[in-house]
């Protein structure tokens, strides 16, 4: 029987690029960020759907809309959080004047 034996130097292939790992996994962890907080937002604004009185279904249509406007705003500012942040601080505000 033949015997499989290498013969020759190891192949490892193509070096790593690291850089670009770092910068992938960078992008990973914003756009999660971003994810994470537009989820919270929508959260909030099915909040006051279901709980508001007077007006709040166009708050939360507004809600729902800047929720979606500072989600695209975050992923074209590189992962940006701080569009969301301020409509979740919006949100919690409204739903506070919504549903009291």
Do not use: C, R
């Not at 914003?30 to 007077?54: D, M, P, R, V, Y």
């Not at 166009?58 to 942040?85: N, Q, Y």
Request: hydrophobic share 60%; proline share 3%; no cysteine.
């Amino acid at each position: 029987m033949a015997e499989d034996v290498a013969s020759g130097p190891v192949k490892t292939g193509a070096p790593m690029d690291y850089d670009e790992h770092e910068q992938t996994f960078e992008g990973f962890v914003q756009f999660t960020k971003l994810a994470i907080i537009a989820t919270i937002n929508i959260l909030i604004t099915l909040a006051i759907f279901a709980f508001g009185s007077g007006g709040a279904f166009w708050i939360g249509l507004l809600m729902l809309v800047l929720t979606l406007v500072a989600a695209a705003i975050g992923v074209f500012a590189k992962g940006s959080w701080k569009p969301s942040g301020v409509v979740t601080v919006l949100a919690l505000l409204a739903m506070i004047l919504t549903v009291a």
